[in-house]
C-alpha cells in the first residue's frame, strides 16, 4: 500500500509541476517535462502494479449479481467494502487526473463532453488505463502538434466510453492485467 | 554584478541585502589563457574579469610566474534581451546560459554567448591611444576653417584612459526550435557548435576585419517522427580539444555518444556509445531522473571524458565503452531524500564539472555553497564551501563534511540542516594554473591555491 500512496503522490506532483509550467518563463521545457512524463509513466505502472493484486480480490465485491464470474483469481485475503470502494475511487481520481491535464493542455472548448468521460470513468478504475496511456504522449507538449492531438483524444475517447458502457453492464473482469514485467518493477521498489 | 563602479577586488566579500533574478550568475568561463574569466547572468549580462600582471597594496610574496594578481572588472555589457517568439507565444529568457571564448587571433577578444535561442559572437578590444593634432579637424572633431590652417602638423597618437568596447560582430538566430544547453568551439578555431535538446548545430565563423560567411549545417538530429516516441534529449555537447571531426553529447538517459564528422554528414548513427548497465537494486521512482546527464566534459588530454548526473560525476575513458572508469558519488547522502528533491524541484538541478589543468583532479558543486573535488590518483574527495561567512580575503578554505550517521565531528553539517537553495551549480578552472572561479547565486568567488604554503594567511 506504501508504493501505492507514494506512486499516487509521485503522479499527481508530476502533473502539477507539468502543468505550471506551461505558465514558466521561457516556454515549456522539453526535457523536464520529458523527464516528469518518465516519472509519472514510472509511477502509474507501479501503482498499477500495486493494485492488480488488489482488484483481483476486490472483483469479487464490486459486481454483485453474477458473482461468480468476477471471482477468477480472487485470492483468500479479504478486506472490508468501505476500503475497497476508496482505493477504487482513488485509483479512478489518480488515473483521471493525466487525462484531465492533457485534455486542458490541449485544448479547452470540448469540457462538458469530458466531464460525462470522467462520471463513467469513475464506475470502472482500470479502463481508463490503456487510454490513458496512449494519450499522455509528448506530443501534448509540442506546439506544432496541437492540432491533430486534439482529434486524436475525442476519437480515443468516444470508443473508450462505449467500452466502458459494455463494463458497467456486464460482470467480466476489467481490463488485461499488466504485464509481469511491471509487477518486477514494483516488487523491487518495495 | 552589476554595472556599477563596484571594481574592488572580488575575492573581498559582497554585502548585499537581498538577491535580484537577474543577478543570478548562470555562467562562468576562462579564457584559453586563464587572463580573461566571463560570467554571464540571468538578467542577460556579460561581465569580464582581467588578471592584473601585478600585485597591489599588501606586500606578499610575487608567484614565480610573476602572475599573482587577481581579477578585476574589465567590462560589462548587455549581451542578450528578453525576446519573444511571436509564431508561437512564447517569451524567450535573456538568461545566458553558456559563454564560450575563441582562440586568440590578434589584439581583440572574441566569443560566444547564448541564451535559449540566439548566439552571439562578440569582439572585446581594447583602446588606450587616439590620435591628436588632425588638420582638418579641431579637437570635438568639427572641420576646421581652411583659411586658419597655415602649416602641416602630422598627428601623434596619444595615450588615454584604457577603454574596453564590446561590439556584436555576429548574431546566430532562427537555428534551433528547441533550447540551446552548449555550445562549443571547435580545435579548428573556424567552427562551433551549438546544442538543443533535440539537434546539433555546427556554425561556421569566418573570422575577417570587417565581414564574416556563415554556414550552418545540422549534424545531430534526434527528433523522432513521432513525438510520442521520444525518450531521450540531448543535455550537452563538445568538441574533442585536439581532434576537430569528434564531438560527444550526452543525453537524458544517461548516455554518451561520441561521433565522428568524417563518417557522414549527419551523425545520427555515432561512431560509439557510452552507457552503463543499470544497477537494477537501485531502481526508483526517480532512476531516470538522476541518471540524465546534466554536463560533459573533455580532458585536456582528449583521452577521457567527465559527465555529472545527479548524484556522481564519472570519469570515461573513450576507449572504453561498457562504463565509466571512475565514479565519485559527489553527495551520496541525497539518495534517500529524492522524493522531497523531486517536490521541491532539486532533482531537475543541473550541475556543472571540471577538470583541472592536468585532468589529475575534478571538481562539482552540490548544495549548501558546498563543492567538491576528487584527486583522482587517490579517489578522495573534499567538500569545501563557497560561503562569504567563512570566506576572508587570504584566508584558507577549510574542508567541510556532511554528517549522516557515524561519528560527528565539530563543525560537520547534519543532513536535513543542507540549504537547498544555495547551489554551486557553475564553475571554471584556469586552464594552466589552479585558481578556480565558482559561483554561488549572484556571486563569484576565486579561490587561488598558493605555491609555497607559507606564504598562506590563516
Known amino acids: ?190 | 554584478m552589476g554595472e556599477d563602479a563596484e571594481s574592488t577586488k572580488i575575492n573581498h566579500t559582497f554585502l548585499r541585502d537581498y538577491v535580484t533574478e537577474a543577478d543570478v550568475i548562470s555562467t562562468v568561463e576562462f579564457n584559453q589563457t586563464g587572463d580573461l574569466l566571463a560570467t554571464g547572468d540571468k538578467g542577460g549580462r556579460v561581465v569580464i574579469f582581467q588578471r592584473e600582471t601585478e600585485s597591489k597594496g599588501e606586500s606578499e610574496e610575487v608567484e614565480e610566474t610573476g602572475d599573482s594578481g587577481e581579477y578585476n572588472v574589465y567590462s560589462t555589457f548587455q549581451s542578450h534581451e528578453p525576446d519573444f517568439d511571436y509564431l508561437k507565444s512564447l517569451e524567450i529568457e535573456e538568461k545566458i546560459n553558456k559563454i564560450r571564448w575563441l582562440p586568440q587571433q590578434n589584439a581583440a577578444h572574441f566569443l560566444l554567448s547564448t541564451n535559449d535561442k540566439t548566439i552571439k559572437l562578440w569582439k572585446v578590444s581594447e583602446r588606450d591611444k587616439r590620435p591628436e593634432g588632425y588638420n582638418l579637424k579641431d579637437e570635438e572633431g568639427r572641420l576646421k576653417d581652411t583659411s586658419t590652417i597655415t602649416s602641416l602638423q602630422v598627428p601623434v597618437l596619444k595615450s588615454t584612459d584604457l577603454m574596453v568596447e564590446v561590439r556584436p560582430r555576429r548574431v546566430f538566430s532562427n537555428g534551433h526550435t528547441y533550447h540551446v544547453n552548449s555550445i562549443s568551439v571547435n580545435s579548428d578555431g573556424e567552427t562551433y557548435m551549438s546544442a538543443d535538446d533535440l539537434r546539433i548545430n555546427m556554425w561556421h565563423l569566418g573570422i575577417t576585419d570587417r565581414s564574416f560567411s556563415l554556414f550552418l549545417s545540422d549534424i545531430v538530429d534526434i527528433k523522432p517522427a513521432n513525438m510520442e516516441d521520444l525518450t531521450e534529449v540531448i543535455t550537452a555537447a563538445e568538441f574533442h580539444p585536439h581532434h576537430c571531426h569528434l564531438f560527444v553529447y550526452s543525453s537524458s538517459k544517461g548516455s554518451l555518444r561520441l561521433c565522428d564528422m568524417r563518417a557522414s554528414a549527419l551523425c545520427d548513427r555515432h561512431t560509439k556509445l557510452f552507457e552503463e548497465p543499470e544497477d537494477p537494486g537501485s531502481r526508483s521512482f526517480f532512476s531516470e531522473i538522476i541518471s540524465s546527464v546534466s554536463d560533459v566534459k573533455f580532458s585536456h588530454s582528449g583521452r577521457y571524458l567527465l559527465t555529472r548526473d545527479y548524484l556522481t560525476a564519472k570519469v570515461w575513458d573513450l576507449n572504453m565503452d561498457k562504463g565509466p572508469v571512475e565514479t565519485y558519488q559527489v553527495h551520496e547522502y541525497l539518495r534517500s531524500k529524492l522524493c522531497s528533491l523531486y517536490e521541491n524541484d532539486c532533482i531537475f538541478d543541473k550541475f556543472e564539472c571540471v577538470w583541472n589543468s592536468s585532468d589529475s583532479v575534478i571538481m562539482t558543486g552540490a548544495y549548501n555553497s558546498f563543492f567538491r573535488m576528487f584527486d583522482r590518483e587517490t579517489g578522495r574527495g573534499v567538500t569545501l564551501e563557497a560561503w562569504r561567512e567563512s570566506s576572508k580575503p587570504r584566508a584558507v578554505l577549510r574542508t567541510r563534511r556532511v554528517y549522516n550517521g557515524g561519528k560527528r565531528r565539530r563543525g560537520d553539517v547534519g543532513v536535513d540542516s543542507l540549504d537547498f537553495t544555495k547551489k554551486i551549480l557553475h564553475m571554471a578552472w584556469h586552464p594552466s594554473e589552479n585558481i578556480i572561479a565558482i559561483a554561488a547565486t549572484n556571486n563569484l568567488y576565486i579561490f587561488q591555491d598558493r605555491v609555497s604554503p607559507e606564504t598562506q594567511l590563516q
Do not use: W
Open chain 1, 1 to 190: 500500500m506504501e508504493v501505492s500512496a507514494e506512486a499516487k503522490r509521485i503522479m499527481v506532483v508530476a502533473l502539477g509541476k507539468l502543468y505550471s509550467s506551461r505558465t514558466q518563463r521561457g516556454g515549456l521545457r522539453l526535457q523536464r517535462s520529458l523527464l516528469l512524463t518518465l516519472v509519472m509513466k514510472s509511477a502509474r505502472d507501479m501503482y498499477h502494479a500495486a493494485q492488480a493484486t488488489v482488484e483481483s480480490v476486490v472483483a469479487g465485491y464490486e459486481q454483485p449479481q453474477p458473482a461468480a464470474e468476477g471471482t477468477t483469481g480472487t485470492t483468500g485475503t479479504t478486506e472490508p467494502t468501505g476500503a475497497q470502494t476508496e482505493l477504487l475511487g482513488a485509483a479512478s481520481l489518480a488515473t483521471e487526473k493525466p487525462r484531465t491535464l492533457t485534455r486542458v493542455e490541449v485544448s479547452s472548448s470540448p469540457n462538458e463532453f469530458r466531464r460525462d468521460a470522467e462520471n463513467k470513468e469513475n464506475m470502472c478504475p482500470t479502463g481508463p488505463a490503456q487510454h490513458s496511456r496512449k494519450r499522455r504522449g509528448k506530443a501534448a507538449m509540442e506546439p506544432d502538434f496541437l492540432p491533430c492531438k486534439k482529434a486524436k483524444l475525442c476519437s480515443q475517447q468516444l470508443s473508450v466510453n462505449s467500452v466502458l458502457l459494455d463494463y458497467v453492464n456486464c460482470s467480466s473482469k476489467l481490463g488485461a492485467p499488466p504485464s509481469p514485467m511491471l509487477l518486477h518493477r514494483a516488487i523491487a521498489a518495495c
